[in-house]
């Protein structure tokens, strides 16, 4: 079973528009830690945010927030005022504590356009 | 700026040869790990190393090998290339303690 669901395959926004991209994932383990990366054209993995299970509560960057929902086993990702700049693909990922974060589980992504 | 630093960015190989894919990191770090990415299935891990000369098998080991001389340096090698093995590898090294994994550009392998 997938560990990590990223349900949205593609997803088109015109620019200003907020957008939110799902992320859903499964473990057993009470001590995890969910990421989000931004994969631009370029090819490279940069990493956006790292929360870890026993913190809920949301964050905020700038334009970007992220919502953890232990009930729901969700960790959403919003983009306020979408740029073009945004258009990338998202990976939402996963480790676990009982393989020592040896292993983050990835989502299969998000690509996110940005339409001018 | 942390830096992965991967051999090549785009490689044509024909079915059996033999494939040398270097990443180097200058952070110092102990973990380090190649995922391979495909259309539809996101980054799958093959294998990781937390020590010079220490190597674990990830989800996908099959038809790879790694090495792992010096802490700085992991390689990902492919025996005999196959045409199922043309994917976009991607090197990661692991900030301790955070989790954070910081990748390389990536190496747009095809094999014909």
């Known amino acids: 079973a997938q560990k990590v669901t990223q349900a949205q395959t593609e997803i088109s926004v015109v620019e200003k528009e907020d957008v939110t991209l799902d992320c859903v994932y499964e473990t057993r383990d009470t001590t995890y830690y969910l990421f989000w990366y931004k994969q631009p054209p370029s090819g490279e993995l940069v990493f956006l945010i790292r929360r870890n299970s026993f913190d809920e509560q949301n964050e905020i960057s700038g334009r970007y927030s992220w919502n953890f929902q232990k009930s729901t086993s969700s960790f959403n990702f919003t983009i306020t005022a979408s740029q073009v700049v945004d258009s990338a693909v998202y990976f939402c990922?996963?480790?676990?504590?009982?393989?020592?974060?040896?292993?983050?589980?990835f989502g299969t992504g998000t690509r996110l356009t940005v339409i001018p | 700026d942390v830096k992965v630093t991967q051999s090549s960015r785009y490689l044509v190989k024909r079915t059996g040869e033999k494939v040398f894919l270097e990443c180097v990191q200058d952070?110092?770090?102990?973990?380090m790990f190649w995922y391979r990415q495909d259309p539809g299935l996101g980054l799958r891990l093959i294998y990781f190393?937390?020590?010079?000369?220490?190597?674990e098998k990830g989800d996908i080991p099959e038809g790879y090998s790694v090495s792992r001389e010096k802490k700085e340096r992991f390689s990902l090698i492919l025996e005999s290339a196959s045409t199922n093995q043309t994917s976009m590898y991607l090197c990661a090294h692991r900030r301790e303690g955070t989790g954070e994994l910081f990748f390389g550009e990536g190496s747009r392998l095809t094999v014909l």
């Open positions: 190393s937390y020590d010079v000369k220490m190597k």
């Open positions: 952070m110092d770090h102990e973990n």
């Open positions: 990922a996963l480790s676990e504590a009982h393989t020592g974060a040896n292993n983050l589980f």
